[in-house]
């Protein structure tokens, strides 16, 4: 079985642009979440999305949304940019929602200019 | 905010010595527990968990962790470590209620051969 896949694997971006992150959980996983890794710190939860609806959500503003398909595949957006959303984003899928065991991606390294 | 915290950020130690990593976390309500492991090049994977019953909970690869709730503790051992043990360790807690995860800041472990 294939595991977590997530597009792209890098990403550069300037200061204000909106980016994108795309996830495919593992097959009959149901629960989607994202998360941040700034270099040097350990991974920062943002959202946890179960059914296609947002269940969990993390101390990021609002230019943080995300939304999950009826294929349970998820994007994450980010928008108006800042230097300091430059990080690695994970995306994890777990079969059912709160508390399971996570399976994680191998992230997008998104570089903000 | 709750918080978790690793103690030890990096430790180095020579082959069959015994290794303990602590892990404390700040939410004094119902937790889930993992470790995680990052192995150089590779994404995170689940070492273990701790959901309920026997605080004592046994892993892959010969790890250990011991929930002590008095404590807030869930510290990650091995007997006998070896140079493939090599990899940055993450613990991470589940808040069963509000649907959130956190995770520590991580522990660089460097194994000697």
């Known amino acids: 079985d294939a595991g977590v896949t997530q597009s792209p694997t890098h990403l550069i971006k300037t200061r204000g642009q909106h980016v994108t992150l795309r996830c495919s959980p593992i097959?009959?996983?149901?629960?989607v979440s994202w998360y941040q890794q700034v270099l040097g710190q350990g991974p920062q939860f943002i959202f946890q999305?179960?059914?296609?609806?947002?269940?969990g959500r993390g101390n990021f503003p609002d230019r943080f949304s995300a939304r999950q398909f009826p294929n349970y595949s998820s994007e994450l957006n980010v928008n108006a940019l800042l230097l300091g959303d430059s990080a690695l984003y994970l995306c994890?899928?777990?079969?059912?929602?709160?508390?399971?065991?996570?399976?994680f991606g191998p992230g997008t390294r998104l570089t903000v200019l | 905010a709750q918080s978790v915290s690793q103690h030890n950020h990096h430790v180095i130690l020579s082959e069959a010595a015994s290794l303990e990593l602590g892990c404390n976390y700040s939410?004094?309500?119902?937790?889930?527990l993992f470790w995680y492991v990052q192995y150089p090049g590779q994404h995170l994977q689940l070492l273990l968990k701790y959901f309920s019953g026997d605080p004592l909970v046994k892993g892959i690869k010969g790890f250990e962790a011991e929930f002590i709730k008095s404590k807030f503790s869930f510290n990650l051992r091995k007997p006998s470590v070896q140079w493939s043990d090599t990899a940055e360790y993450f613990c991470a807690v589940n808040i069963y209620n509000f649907n959130k995860f956190y995770f520590g800041s991580g522990t660089k472990l460097n194994v000697k051969p």
């Open positions: 999305y179960y059914e296609k609806e947002e269940r």
């Open positions: 097959s009959g996983h149901k629960s």
């Open positions: 939410y004094g309500g119902t937790v889930n």
């Open positions: 994890a899928s777990s079969p059912a929602g709160a508390g399971n065991e996570q399976f």
